[in-house]
């Protein structure tokens, strides 16, 4: 057992001197002799773990991340196929099936609707940049591909303590969703260089294609790894809340098993209790679908930084799911913004602010983002509420409309 503890604690070593390496300057090809003579294979909960390390031992975020790119090309030929008795990828509705169907739709729009029109010549002919806008406007879809993957699977990844994979890769996310609308704005508007735009389109699309290989290959051999069949069955209903880039999606129902059939205690407590409160009383249900029938959005966050409480109103400003309850704060927003979230939170808990406003334009929306510190009655601070609302309807009222 401790011949098995010592090389894996060795492999572990390899792979944070090779990334090094590569942040030092080395190139793949320098790195890529040490790393196959050091192992015959590499499982992905391995290379977790040293991004993990390699985080924990202060190297930032966003260093791993623009390592991302090279050290899975050296990895890619080692990694051990993880498969459970039953390929998930098979089961139709089951969010591994939905993941591997969508990456095939985008694979598709890459070599059959952006890549045959891709050429130095058929940039200057009419009908073809035509057609090449067309298919990078699809691949804008991605975004909701990445969006349930952001708020469906890192939750659980973090719940698990793989928590370096969900902050690099979400900080790539972020760069192949900028770069794709950049190429399309710059295909639309014809500014650049014939040389300069198939330069560009050809370095997203092949990021696009690596994150393809990472999440089936990494993230989806991890989660398969620890997820439960009723963790699987959560990250499937919420699904619909995000959306699909695909059409068809059967309804997934596992059977569940015998000691999971009928309700679960806590869902028969209090299920028509009453919520007591200083100046009046609610049924748990009245408040659920009042604060649902706000025309803006809430979110709470207890003084722990956990989201505990988010409604669910009809027309929503950000997806949000089930999933993230009880996630912390931090790793609900991508790398570019945490430590924004991480200030007005550290603020709030020391008094030095009671409110923080944020605005931004969102196609036809001008979305106002305000929080609150929240505090009791003896200024005990409790948490943060965030306040959500398209405000443009708002801003084009004139006049007056009385009741009388």
Not at 105 to 120: A, V
Not at 307 to 320: C, D, H, Q, T
Not at 375 to 391: A, C, P
Request: glycine letters at 6%.
């Amino acid at each position: 057992m401790s011949e098995l503890i010592n090389n894996r604690e060795m492999r572990q070593k390899t792979i944070q001197e090779i990334i090094r390496k590569l942040h030092e300057g080395k190139t793949v090809d320098e790195v890529k002799g040490q790393f196959e003579k050091a192992f015959q294979g590499v499982s992905a909960s391995e290379i977790s773990a040293a991004e993990s390390a390699l985080i924990a031992d202060g190297l930032p975020v966003e260093e791993v991340q623009k390592l991302c790119d090279v050290h899975a090309a050296v990895f890619k030929g080692s990694i051990e196929e993880i498969h459970q008795q039953k390929d998930l990828s098979l089961i139709p509705g089951h969010p591994v099936n939905v993941l591997v169907r969508e990456n095939k739709k985008i694979t598709h729009i890459i070599e059959e609707e952006i890549r045959p029109f891709l050429s130095l010549t058929k940039f200057d002919e009419k009908e073809e940049l035509k057609k090449l806008v067309e298919g990078m406007r699809k691949l804008k879809d991605l975004s909701i591909h990445y969006q349930k993957k952001e708020n469906l699977l890192f939750p659980f990844m973090e719940r698990y303590g793989m928590t370096a994979p969900p902050k690099v890769m979400w900080g790539v996310d972020d760069e192949i969703r900028n770069q794709v609308k950049e190429v399309t704005a710059l295909m639309e508007e014809k500014t650049e260089s014939n040389e300069s735009l198939l330069e560009k389109t050809e370095a997203v699309l092949e990021k696009v294609l690596e994150m393809i290989f990472k999440e089936e290959n990494i993230m989806i051999p991890m989660l398969t790894e620890q997820l439960t069949e009723e963790e699987w069955k959560e990250i499937a209903d919420g699904s619909g809340e995000i959306g699909f880039m695909i059409d068809h999606i059967p309804v997934w129902n596992p059977e569940p098993k015998e000691e999971q059939k009928g309700s679960k205690p806590e869902e028969q407590k209090n299920q028509e209790g009453t919520i007591t409160l200083p100046s009046g009383t609610w049924r748990d249900k009245e408040l659920a679908a009042a604060l649902n029938a706000l025309p803006f959005d809430l979110t709470f966050v207890n003084k722990d930084d956990e989201v505990k409480y988010f409604s669910e109103g009809k027309e929503r400003a950000f997806p949000r799911t089930r999933t993230i309850l009880g996630r912390n704060v931090s790793n609900c927003h991508p790398p570019a913004s945490v430590h924004i979230v991480e200030k007005i939170v550290e603020d709030f808990k020391n008094g030095v602010k009671d409110q923080e406003d944020f605005w931004i334009q969102m196609k036809d929306k001008y979305i106002l983002i305000r929080y609150y510190a929240v505090r009791g009655e003896d200024g005990e601070y409790l948490g943060v509420l965030e306040v959500t609302q398209d405000i443009k309807p708002i801003q084009e009222i004139t006049g007056e409309k009385r009741l009388l």
